[in-house]
C-alpha cells in the first residue's frame, strides 16, 4: 500500500490474530465476533503538481476483502458503516 511515487509499505492485518494468551482477550476474540479486522496506518502525502493523489492498494492474498477503506485527513470520527460519502468529482 502507498501512494503512487512513494515508497509502498507492506501491512500484516492478522499479526495479532491468535491465541496467545497476550492478545487472546484484546484482539483475537474482539475481532472474531466482529468480524472484521480494523488497521489503521499512516502514509506520508507526497506532494504532486496539480495536487491529486492516488492511493495504491495490492492484497498479497486472494482471501482479502476490503469492506471499507477511510482516508483521514483530518476531522474523522469513528462510525461502522453508516456514514456519509464525501462529495467526489471526477475531472475525467
Known sequence: MGFAGKEEKIINF???LNEDPANIYSVFYP???RRVVENETELQLPKTEDGQQTLIIKPLDPGI???K???DFGGYEKTYLFM???PFTRLH
Open 69 to 71: 477503506i477511510i482516508v
Open 65 to 67: 476483502v476490503f469492506e
Open 14 to 16: 492478522n499479526q495479532n
Open 84 to 86: 456519509d460519502e464525501s
Open 31 to 33: 475481532t472474531v465476533a
